[in-house]
């Protein structure tokens, strides 16, 4: 007895100083999760404390690694689970904490399950995507239905939170299981809906971004030959979407979407847009989500509005070329086709649509084009218009044909009615190489009569006919160059032009390089156009190293004189008061008012006035130099009048302003 005694005095004495349990297994799994290699300890001192470290849990495709998990099993159990990192491609989460709160109430004399306070789980932790630098906040807290597996999970205000974004959003989420057939085991499936409201996103590069954005999605998948078999539909209620280069507003857009994802692919099999002012685009696609880059993308749209099409999708490729800001109309068909950033096929189809650039420099209606583009196979493409403009010039009805061979192409002439005459371009030929584009033409200028260009311009009416050729022209690397002279038929004469060079013509600052030359123009025809006065004999001029930026001159020597020749050289009084207009301050003719007011005309022997043009400030000069000035026009026979310059230096602005008053008849000049 007393050695009974004894031994259940030592055994007490060893439970006393027991202070906790350990507990380990292999791993402990459910239909929700599963723990590797857990390891419990049981504090006997806290009866109400359960700590849990393990190697991993997995809940679904998420991993945290090294779990340490704290279970509180007092009248109100809660379980909190914290870890360095949470494995969940293509994001990388970091101190991640999962709490589960089971609600339940102590009433003071007993514990018991409340009736009116349900489970919640919150989840928070630090976010970011692998290609990215910003870490996020990110917060979850949903209602724990009471069968988790089956029932709907409710997740009201949950937020992500980074420098560049403000995203909250609500969550419901619906498990469902579907029998694959009667032998089968069931897969896997889940219905959520995402709610955004007033969201705003953007990207360190600014590539991508959205304000105020307000929708929702509705999406279901479940499990199928190792992936998931998913579809969605999205509803874009309101804000504004930059996704670049494309940007989209005004929400009312609805989006349908199907496919199949097996990591690290997402295939999108039928995806359907409707876009308000657009109409309906259909596409297919394969992303990689690792690197975010398309395997393969197709879109298609059938009557859809051009100008949606173009404002939408075409402009935001396009915005710094000369196509980049216009007024279109009509309907069209388009297709799209790429394989990684490489494009395969495009087909454009344009019916009776209008296209009018806001500037005013073209405009075509009742265009009609047929675009068809293969990498793999030449193909042919067609275009035309009834009627156009280029600048305030009319254009007639046009059709062309061409051949596009994957970045180049071809055609062999292309006649561009204008007025009565009209433009003839050959041996035509266009490339993109290098991300910009190359390209020749030769041209011919078909007889257009002088009276209706003039006209069409808002010019003086003048006579005669404008004709000429352009023997090449080049563009590459920016800059647009002409190989060889150009010769114009104008007044009589010819005027030509030579080296011609103009850098970036389709940019923001286009600058111009050439030189003209006149010759054998008639003087009488000048004048009687622009009602100058009349001045009989021939014209002859230059134009040397003209240079223009923004279409404006910044520099030129500059110089018109008469001719020598056997031919009569009369100058009216009108004609002298004008060229003494011209002259500016400083410009007088060598007689008397009261003496020239008697003659009609006088004789000369040479005329003549030039300009050196050095930013604004044009320097002044004429036939002959004096010494405190130049001569503009020299007499010769009875009568006979001299016009002297003596302002030597002046704004081109000035020399402008004088053209435009003699040329519009108000000049009132007194002639000393």
């Not at 393969?296 to 099409?309: C, P, Y």
């Not at 009805?397 to 292309?414: D, G, H, K, Y």
């Not at 060598?590 to 004789?603: I, M, N, P």
Request: glycine share 8%; proline share 5%.
């Amino acid at each position: 007895m007393r050695v009974c005694g004894l031994m259940l005095l030592c055994w007490s004495a060893h439970v006393c100083a027991m202070t906790e349990i350990s507990l380990s297994a292999d791993s402990v799994s459910s239909d929700i999760f599963q723990l590797d290699k857990p390891h419990a300890v049981v504090n006997l001192h806290s009866k109400q404390q359960v700590q849990v470290h393990a190697e991993r849990l997995q809940i679904g495709d998420a991993k945290l690694d090294k779990p340490n998990i704290m279970l509180d099993i007092s009248a109100r159990p809660t379980a909190l689970i914290t870890s360095e990192q949470l494995q969940m491609p293509p994001y990388q989460v970091r101190h991640p904490k999962i709490f589960l709160d089971y609600g339940f109430l102590d009433d003071g004399a007993h514990t018991q399950r409340s009736q009116t306070r349900q489970p919640t789980l919150s989840f928070d932790a630090e976010v970011k995507a692998l290609q990215d630098e910003v870490w996020g906040t990110f917060h979850l807290n949903c209602l724990v239905p009471a069968q988790a597996a089956a029932q709907t999970w409710r997740c009201e205000d949950g937020l992500y939170h980074d420098v560049r974004s403000h995203v909250p959003f609500n969550v419901r989420l619906t498990p469902t299981w579907k029998e694959q057939d009667k032998t089968g085991p069931a897969a896997k499936g889940v219905d959520v809906e995402l709610a955004v409201h007033e969201a705003k996103f953007s990207d360190a590069a600014g590539l991508h971004a959205g304000d105020k954005l307000t929708g929702k999605i509705n999406l279901s998948a479940h499990e199928q030959a190792g992936g998931w078999r998913w579809q969605g539909v999205f509803e874009w209620q309101q804000g504004e979407l930059f996704w670049q280069p494309f940007y989209f507003a005004e929400g009312s857009k609805r989006f349908e979407i199907r496919g199949f994802y097996r990591e690290p692919y997402m295939d999108i099999e039928q995806a359907t847009l409707a876009l308000q002012g657009v109409g309906t685009l259909h596409s297919q696609s394969r992303i990689h989500l690792i690197n975010k880059q398309f395997e393969f993308l197709k879109v298609d749209a059938k009557e859809v509005d051009f100008n949606g099409v173009y404002q939408a999708f075409i402009q935001p490729l396009i915005p710094h070329s000369a196509f980049g800001h216009l007024n279109v109309s009509g309907k069209a068909d388009w297709s799209f086709e790429a394989k990684g950033l490489q494009p395969l096929k495009f087909h454009l189809n344009i019916t009776d649509a209008s296209v009018e650039d806001q500037l005013g420099k073209f405009g075509f209606s009742h265009f009609n084009a047929d675009i068809p583009w293969d990498y793999d196979h030449p193909q042919q493409i067609a275009m035309g218009y009834q009627s156009g403009h280029i600048l305030k010039i009319p254009l007639g009805v046009t059709r062309w044909q061409a051949e596009v061979n994957r970045f180049s192409i071809t055609a062999p002439r292309l006649q561009l009615p204008i007025l009565d005459g009209g433009l003839d371009f050959q041996d035509i030929s266009a490339a993109w190489i290098n991300q910009s584009m190359v390209w020749h033409v030769k041209m011919d200028l078909q007889p257009i009569s002088m009276t209706s260009f003039s006209q069409a311009l808002g010019w003086p009416t003048m006579r005669g006919q404008i004709s000429g050729t352009m023997p090449l022209v080049t563009y590459a690397n920016h800059e647009l160059r002409m190989m060889g002279d150009m010769q114009f038929k104008l007044f009589n004469g010819m005027v030509g032009m030579s080296d011609l060079d103009i850098d970036d013509p389709l940019g923001a600052v286009p600058k111009l390089h050439a030189n003209f030359t006149m010759r054998e123009i008639d003087l009488g025809e000048i004048t009687r156009t622009f009602n100058f006065g009349s001045i009989s004999g021939k014209l002859e001029g230059d134009i040397k190293h003209l240079r223009l930026q923004n279409w404006k001159p910044v520099s030129m020597d500059a110089s018109v004189r008469t001719a020598d020749g056997p031919f009569e050289k009369k100058i009216s009084q009108r004609a002298v008061e004008n060229i003494t207009a011209l002259g500016g301050e400083g410009t007088a003719a060598a007689l008397q008012r009261t003496f020239l007011r008697f003659f009609k005309e006088f004789g000369y022997e040479k005329i003549g006035l030039s300009c050196e043009l050095r930013g604004d400030i044009c320097k002044m000069g004429g036939v002959e130099p004096l010494p405190d000035g130049f001569v503009i026009v020299k007499g010769k026979g009875a009568p006979s009048v001299n016009v002297n310059g003596y302002t030597q230096y002046v704004s081109w602005k000035d020399v402008l302003g004088r053209m435009q008053r003699v040329t519009d008849s108000n000049s009132k000049i007194i002639v000393d």
